[in-house]
């Protein structure tokens, strides 16, 4: 049932700060535990982890990457679940494996675990749906809570993968951080902006080309992936996510008047290198948008979200691209809940 809303994804989106809490109330509040200590110790015991994944929950086990790399301190690959599955890197002597999953059914993820489990080596899926066969088929799940997601375009399943990243992290790391209270800081800023967020005039004045760029350096680069996932496959809007010191190198001679460039801004220690390429692509004429942090903000600035702690910007800045893309979408009268081409889970590799 979508309630009040026109479209599941807008539902969706506006129930993340909810699908949070129950994260946290699962993982960090109710009694029982979730994460095992004999799956702490594997990962613990383990030399290189090695995330597999497609999509949207890709770009969540970037995000996971760094969680797990900074909290750690045991070195992630991630890969693209259709290329591991036949074009198998060479692994480390003990390596662990983190299927990341929504649907718990992609294709691409079975057919990495049949090569991994002919290996021996242990893996851990984490996906929405328990019953699912990628949770059956590993030697352990972790449940994300989000609730039934029915849009294609995934929202809150991805703000959720993160935060069971962060938890397990965390929880390996011997809760070196208070992750319930940051988690429920990403809740709150992500009310607070969806309060009085004004994305469709955002999107009705800069997203008037047939093509966009977002950029960001590290976290926000991995969110500038998921950014243009998500712009593209609903608005049709031909779109790239870049690391920002990079567009130089090529790209930006596809900027054009008016081409959209949109500015992910969470990190202050490279926040000016980031303002000084967008700066770039407005000298050439481009639209630009930026989406930041309070603490970090300039005068004009287009978006502006409360602070949280840094490794969780990633869930909160995710959001107004998330609006962008559903607001792009409305605007060009478009399928926004079943995008053309695509299916829910994609079940054939
Ligand atoms: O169910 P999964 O998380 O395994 O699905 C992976 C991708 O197919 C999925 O994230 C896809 O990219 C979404 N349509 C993105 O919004």
């Not at 074009?87 to 294709?107: D, Y």
């Not at 093509?211 to 998500?230: Q, V």
């Amino acid at each position: 049932d979508m309630g009040e809303y026109q479209h599941y994804m807008l539902k969706e989106i506006y129930e993340q700060p909810s699908v949070i809490r129950r994260v946290i109330q699962n993982y960090l509040t109710d009694q029982k535990e979730i994460i095992k200590s004999e799956l702490i110790n594997e990962i613990k015991n383990s030399d290189r982890v090695y995330v597999l994944a497609a999509g949207t929950s890709m770009h969540a086990g970037y995000v996971g990457k760094a969680l797990i790399e900074e909290l750690v301190n045991i070195p992630v690959e991630v890969h693209i679940a259709s290329e591991f599955a036949y074009h198998m890197p060479l692994l480390t002597k003990n390596p662990f494996f983190i299927l990341v999953s929504q649907s718990g059914e992609t294709a691409d993820l079975r057919a990495c675990l049949l090569n991994i489990k002919n290996k021996g080596f242990k893996t851990l899926t984490i996906t929405n749906v328990k019953t699912s066969t990628l949770a059956r088929e590993a030697d352990f799940y972790l449940e994300l809570f989000a609730g039934p997601e029915i849009a294609v375009a995934s929202t809150k399943a991805y703000i959720a993968q993160i935060a069971v990243f962060a938890i397990l992290a965390n929880k390996i790391a011997l809760n070196s951080i208070d992750i319930k209270s940051e988690l429920n800081r990403v809740a709150v800023a992500i009310e607070i902006f969806l309060e009085n967020q004004e994305i469709s005039i955002l999107a009705h004045e800069k997203l008037t080309k047939q093509n966009c760029f977002y950029i960001g350096r590290g976290l926000d680069y991995y969110t500038s992936l998921e950014a243009a996932l998500k712009l593209k496959e609903i608005s049709y809007i031909q779109t790239e996510g870049f690391a920002a010191g990079e567009l130089k190198h090529g790209t930006i001679a596809l900027i054009e008047d008016k081409t959209p460039v949109i500015a992910l801004i969470s990190n202050k220690d490279i926040a000016l290198n980031t303002r000084s390429n967008l700066k770039e692509t407005n000298a050439r004429g481009a639209e630009t948008i930026i989406i930041t942090l309070e603490s970090l903000k300039h005068k004009d600035d287009e978006i502006v979200l409360n602070d949280v702690n840094s490794f969780l910007a990633p869930m909160l800045m995710v959001v107004p691209t998330q609006l962008l893309a559903y607001y792009a979408a409305l605007e060009r009268g478009l399928d926004i809940d079943k995008p053309r081409n695509l299916a829910k889970s994609v079940t054939v590799e």
